[in-house]
């Protein structure tokens, strides 16, 4: 019969708890009880990542606190809160670049699955951790490294696919907007994005090349495709108005609010590649390039002046000029 080995019959024998196989045995079981990789995630947003989101040291505290508690009881955001963590330590830690990298895209996945599945509608229940999540969306969006070798067709595609993500959830919470204000969550909304009125036309503008495109090609597309232009360009001299107004540098809630601006056909039409949206998406860049001190906005708005470039016919490149320039 075969024996078996207990802890007294073991007591005289030639096992060394301390041997090599014994040891890192433990090891991997207390890491898988623990999930260590999980726990560094944790942390590292709630120290270090959290204070970088914002520079208002009220909203901060509501990003390494609240923000990470709420989590813990929806695992989409939680899921989202580890994607950033990663996506943040594949910048500051490049000998580890790879291995986060993977961490960032698993988790941002496992989000996105967690989000689909869990949030079927929205309640008193949930109403905070949907909107936690697309607090989060926006920076992973921006930051998340795209292939170096991917065609201009592939980049855009990828940013529209971001843009329809983002522009999803805001219609999901509207009703609970005053609510989410009262709560903790409302320190997160900066001063900069309150009242304002996209239905008001700025009495100064400096997109003035963009005013010309406009006037311009009035005559030449159909009714539906100007309003589209219309209300996209209208929408972005609002907020660059408004940006202009600020003491300080537009804050990234600011910038985030044009694509929600945006009509569905605008989208239709940036999507097949329509010269038109391309310029008007390319002035958008000059926008989001007054928040490029944040790490994860570092290099987005050359992606996408880049590829409104790449995409835009020879004969249509002279309305890029101004972007350029400021870019």
């Known amino acids: 019969p075969v024996s078996t080995a207990t802890p007294s019959s073991t007591e005289g024998s030639n ?20 999930n260590i990789s999980h726990i560094r995630l944790v942390h590292h947003f709630s120290v270090v990542t959290a204070l970088t989101l914002t520079p208002s040291v009220q909203a901060q505290d509501v990003c390494r606190s609240h923000l990470v508690k709420t989590s813990f009881d929806h695992p989409f955001l939680l899921h989202g809160i580890l994607a950033l963590a990663a996506l943040h330590l594949s910048r500051s830690d490049p000998s580890h670049y790879e291995e986060y990298l993977i961490q960032a895209e698993q988790h941002h996945d496992a989000s996105l699955a967690e989000f689909r599945s869990e949030v079927q509608d929205i309640n008193g229940s949930n109403f905070q951790a949907v909107f936690c999540f697309a607090f989060i969306l926006f920076p992973y969006s921006c930051a998340v490294p795209i292939d170096p070798k991917s065609t201009p067709d592939h980049v855009l595609e990828t940013i529209i696919q971001t ?66 232009y219309e209300m996209a360009i209208l929408a972005l001299e609002v907020l660059f108005s408004v940006a202009k107004q600020e003491a300080e540098k537009p804050s990234i809630s ?74």
């Open 163 to 228: 843009l329809a993500l983002t522009r999803r959830v805001p219609p999901m919470v509207t009703q609970f907007y005053q609510k989410m204000l009262e709560s903790e969550l409302g320190r997160l909304v900066p001063e900069d994005t309150q009242g304002i009125r996209f239905d008001e036309k700025p009495s100064e503008s400096i997109l003035l090349s963009l005013q010309k495109f406009a006037s311009i090609t009035s005559e030449l597309y159909p009714p539906d495709i100007v309003k589209a």
């Open 15 to 34: 096992v060394n708890p301390s041997s090599p196989t014994i040891a890192s045995s433990a090891v991997a079981t207390r890491e898988a009880l623990l």
């Open 254 to 327: 600011l910038v985030k609010i044009w694509p929600h601006q945006l009509s569905s056909r605008f989208i239709e039409l940036l999507s097949a590649k329509q010269p038109g949206a391309l310029i008007i998406f390319a002035h958008y860049a000059v926008l989001l390039a007054k928040c490029r001190q944040y790490w994860f906005m570092d290099g987005y708005a050359e992606r996408l002046l880049k590829v409104a470039d790449a995409l835009i016919p020879e004969e249509w490149t002279a309305w890029l000029d101004w972007p350029k320039e400021q870019i």
